[in-house]
């Protein structure tokens, strides 16, 4: 059973030789469904691999996922009202559903991969069956909230081009399987397969005993302590005091004290401080690594993520420099991959982290890592004409544009600084926008349209050099798509 | 500036070009880009709307049919107002109602000559590489979009554009920014460019 050879996923995918290794596998399929991480490894070498399912465990956490939201959905006002027994009794009874739906879904629910296609199948009263294309992939996730840390278990993300959400979230898998799982589906999602190169996951089943991710070169590593200094130099954490000393002082004018109120003050202070504490929590350990040509990210206290971006599916890279911040020099990285519309609102999934906190250096390092041969502290940025201060009397010596050697560099923001890099090959058109206002002014704006995110804009800009710069923004990204 | 076109105002640089090596790097310098068709008549552009590269470019308008059938939708929606307001009015008797009547006149007034003026400002041209594409009579708007760069050709006709023998064509890429959509072409027209888009697409088609 210990085949040296899942790799060769695709030529080998109606050979005939070994149809027995391929009707072993589907038998136990029927009865204890494939799950746990020891057997399966090794994929059935021909015919099409039999369908698995998610790790069994997984409809106990979406059950226990599901209390939380029971619970925080009754809300304190129920539990002063129903008194304890009968709130405890009313989550419970709607947790227990939730995990009945959660065992039926599992029971349903199953994935294999098909030539170079990830294919999930769903429901039972709507299926649905999804054909990912793994070309089309841009990024992977192994994410293990705390839950799934406790029970040795993992989810894997995928983001594909065109998704407006993360397609296919497998949760749950065993942590070895979807390790093994990502490392095979990158591999697939590589350039066009090379069937006589050594294939990239031939230690695919030797993986998995290690930590999720193989280490690769290390780039950086986030000290923690910057980091929590870091969310402390934010607005809301600034802000904090004031808003505990007004609370305190209208409680003891009022001199009510229920626990209600107290409780609920709580909840908001906690709602206010969440992004800073999501962000601790979040990048929390930040590890950076480079393998051959994707970057892998690490991070999380409570739930940790793996991340697997190919680099060459970069879109952008933005950096941000905080008001709070610049004392200290810091700034923040992040980069865009296609496929995230600004539509997903739990912005925590998308894979856009590059650099949660660091200096000027580390800044100027990860930059050339991502986007060889652009240095950060090189990128010139031109001014808009001064009658531009007429749109932007403050800022407008903040707002820049400017055209490096493979990058445009665009720059904005007075109070908190940003610059938006995007790699001419990124770019998917150009627009030139001019408002009323510009117009009396002769300026315009122009933007160059990425995959995911924003993209980047030079805004109020000189009319001719707003002509000038979009011709040369569509020759550069035509010259260089050319060239790739 | 290396790459200027000679004989004009120089086209301001927009920040230093690195002082490194000329275009040893896939994407070009500044020379290569002097020889773009774009950069040549740049100076000569006369101060109008958004059109470019004037020299160089064939605009294309799109049918005027467009103005009848923005108008009526114009007129619909109008309408719907109007007979709330007048409604309102005549159980209320409130002059607020008879106010605002008047001003939705007047702004539907206004929108129908802005209408029949931004039909005539929308104009699409093929390039060599892109489609370009403009619009708008407030905030005036171009889109360039190389062929290569496209994911999916939309042609759409809704019934009262089918009323008027009309269709509109949308590109689309993988920025969800992109705007290039051309409506009020003919049925042929639409076709003709779909057929084209398509084919130069395929031509250099790379995708992201």
Known sequence: ???????LPRPATDAP?????????????????????????????????????????????????????????LSWSTLSRVGFGWFAAMATVLALGAT????????????????????????????????????????????????????????LRLEVVGGGKTEAPLAYLGVAE???????????????????????????????????????????????????????????????????????????????????????????????????IRRVLDDWNFRLARD??????????????????????????????????RAKGWLRLRLEVAGYSGGEADDRNRPDRLLPVGDQETGERIVAEVLPGVRLSGLATGLPPARARWLRPLGWRAVGAGLDERVFAARSGLITRQLTVVPYARIQSVRVTQGPAQRRLRLATVHADTAGGAGAAALDRDLDEAWWLAAELTARAHAAHRAR | MTGEPPGGPPPHPVGPHPVGPPPTAPPPGPPAVAGHPASGPLAAYPPGPLEPWPATVRWQSVSTDLIWVELLRLAALVGVVLLGLAVGWAVSGHWLFGAALGAVVLAGAWRVVTT????????????????????????????????SRMQFVDVSAGPLERAFDLATVQLHTAAAASDARVPGLRPAEAARLRDRLTALGEDRAEGL
């Open chain 1, 100 to 155: 009945v739906l959660a065992v039926v879904s599992w029971y349903n629910t199953g994935y294999h991969v098909v030539g170079r296609e990830l294919r999930v199948y769903e429901g039972l009263l709507w299926r649905r069956t999804r054909a990912i294309p793994l070309e089309r992939l841009q990024a992977v996730e192994v994410v293990r909230p705390l839950l799934a840390q406790l029970t040795g278990l993992a989810e």
């Open chain 1, 1 to 7: 059973m210990t085949h040296p050879g899942p790799e």
């Open chain 1, 292 to 325: 051959e040509g994707t970057l892998r990210v690490r991070n999380g206290l409570l739930e940790t993520r793996a991340q697997t971006v190919p680099l060459n599916r970069v879109q952008t890279v933005g950096v941000t420099w905080p008001l709070l911040w």
């Open chain 2, 116 to 147: 029949v003026r931004a039909v005539h400002v929308w104009g699409y041209a093929e390039r060599e590489n892109d489609l370009l594409v403009r619009h708008g009579l407030l905030v005036r708007r171009l889109s360039i979009v190389p062929y």
């Open chain 1, 17 to 73: 030789p070994a149809p027995q290794d391929d009707h072993a596998p589907p038998a136990p399929h029927d009865g204890p469904p494939s799950d746990a991480p020891p057997a399966p490894h090794d994929h059935a070498v021909g015919g099409v691999e039999p369908r698995r399912r998610l790790h069994p465990l997984s409809p106990a956490l979406h059950g226990a996922k599901s209390l939380v939201v029971v619970v925080a959905g």
């Open chain 1, 178 to 276: 979807a390790a093994a799982l990502r490392q095979r589906l990158l591999a697939l999602a590589g350039p066009a397969p090379h069937p006589g190169t050594a294939p990239p996951q031939p230690s695919a089943s030797a993986g998995p005993t290690v930590a999720p991710v193989p280490p690769g070169r290390a780039l950086h590593a986030v000290a923690n302590r910057d980091l929590l200094v870091s969310q402390l130099l934010t607005p809301q954490a600034f802000l904090l005091p004031f808003g505990v000393a007004f609370v305190v002082a209208q409680f003891l004018s009022e001199g009510s004290w229920s626990f209600i109120a107290v409780a609920s003050t709580i909840t908001a202070m906690a709602g206010v401080l969440l992004q800073p």
